[in-house]
């Protein structure tokens, strides 16, 4: 079955950086868009970064535009995000999510999730 497993967070000081992983599989992980998304206490789930199949291509939200990059290991069946310059804001538990089809229609897949915690 699929199965996305995220790894990495934790407690950094406003500034410093991470990088989180999620392992994917159950499914032919290079040929699908891997997203991260996020949600922070008392807020909806918000997309982050998303990167398509082959790598080539990337979308961010713009609070993180500059700060942090999405990328993937289509060998390893791996997706990464390296996060930079970070802020109290960016706070949040980060999922790892991908769309898959299935014979009753498009399907959503979530991990779940890795806490990051910014604070001094």
């Known amino acids: 079955q699929v199965q996305l497993v995220e790894s990495g967070g934790g407690l950094v000081q406003p500034g410093g950086s991470l990088r989180l992983s999620c392992a994917a599989s159950?499914?032919?992980?290079?040929?699908?868009?891997m997203s991260w998304y996020r949600q922070a206490p008392g807020k909806e789930r918000e997309m982050v970064a998303v990167?398509?199949?082959?790598?080539?291509?990337?979308n961010y939200a713009g609070s993180v535009e500059g700060r942090f990059t999405i990328s993937r290991d289509n060998i390893k069946n791996q997706v990464y995000l390296q996060m930079n310059s970070l802020k109290p804001e960016d706070a949040a538990v980060y999922y790892c999510?991908?769309?898959?089809?299935?014979?009753?229609?498009?399907?959503?897949?979530w991990g779940q999730g890795t806490q990051v915690t910014v604070s001094s």
């Open positions: 159950g499914f032919p992980f290079r040929n699908y868009a």
């Open positions: 990167i398509a199949s082959s790598g080539g291509g990337t």
């Open positions: 999510y991908c769309r898959l089809p299935a014979d009753t229609g498009p399907r959503d897949y």
